[in-house]
């Protein structure tokens, strides 16, 4: 059997993130940029200890009662947070950190499933799409959004605010417009990145302001937003899929 990695891993997190507080290392070139590659880059580095994390406690659980293995695994996912915080406090050197979202930590994470037959009114097409997004300590909110067999290549990408099988206005943009990049003119791939408040652009018409960041957050929260990819072929929209937190995907 695989040998388990134990709540160590934790104190080793720790450590690291004292000695790189301790000898500014945290706050160095590469993460002093300020901008989105040096935040993906900490987001990385968070999933990969956040895989260990979840691998250890997988270890545990088959040797131990959750009552040993809870709290290692606990303690695992603080100090990863640790290390996020020191990594992207370090991409906003000179301006002050936003506010922890609701909920702190990896909570939520929200996900999509994407198809034509959520479409309003529904579209035939064999298109498919796998949305995901997290929150992260002191409120970085990323994202990503898998496409495959469009019909044509995909030219933009929304959330939307309306509940399911309702047509709503463009809430926040994930590509092609709205301060995110221009969408890859393709019928499949990756799109991956963050969400601020220069991406929501309303809908006003709906009661959210552009740049209100909160409101359409709190929206997505609540279930009140689905993933919208527009194509050549159907400009209203090809696939579809209603945001939920993931446990209820």
């Not at 993460?31 to 260990?52: F, R």
């Not at 035939?124 to 898998?146: C, E, H, I, N, Y």
Request: one cysteine or more; aromatic letters at 6%.
């Amino acid at each position: 059997m695989k040998r388990i990695r134990d709540g160590r891993h934790g104190l080793v997190i720790a450590s690291i993130v004292t000695l790189q507080l301790a000898s500014g290392l945290t706050s160095g070139s590469a993460y002093a940029q300020g901008n989105e590659d040096c935040i993906l880059a900490a987001v990385h580095e968070y999933d990969e200890g956040a895989k260990v994390c979840d691998e250890n406690y997988a270890d545990c659980s088959r040797l131990f009662f959750d009552s040993v293995c809870k709290p290692v695994f606990i303690g695992c996912n603080v100090a990863n947070d640790a290390v996020f915080l020191a990594a992207r406090a370090g991409c906003n050197v000179g301006a002050p950190p936003p506010p922890p979202p609701p909920g702190g930590g990896r909570d939520p994470r929200v996900s999509a499933r994407l198809k034509g037959a959520e479409e309003v009114p529904p579209i035939d097409t064999a298109g498919t799409g796998d949305f995901k997004m997290r929150w992260f300590p002191q409120g970085t909110v990323t994202f990503s959004l898998s496409f495959s067999h469009l019909s044509s290549p995909l030219s933009v990408a929304h959330l939307h605010f309306a509940p399911s099988k309702v047509a709503g206005g463009v809430m926040i943009f994930l590509c092609g417009g709205g301060g995110q990049p221009a969408c890859p003119a393709a019928t499949e791939g990756i799109i991956t990145g963050t969400i601020t408040a220069a991406n929501v652009t309303g809908p006003t018409t709906q009661g959210i302001a552009p740049g209100d960041l909160d409101s359409a957050l709190e929206a997505v929260r609540k279930g009140l937003s689905y993933v919208n990819m527009h194509t050549a072929n159907f400009g209203s929209g090809e696939i579809r899929g209603q945001v939920k937190l993931e446990t209820q995907n």
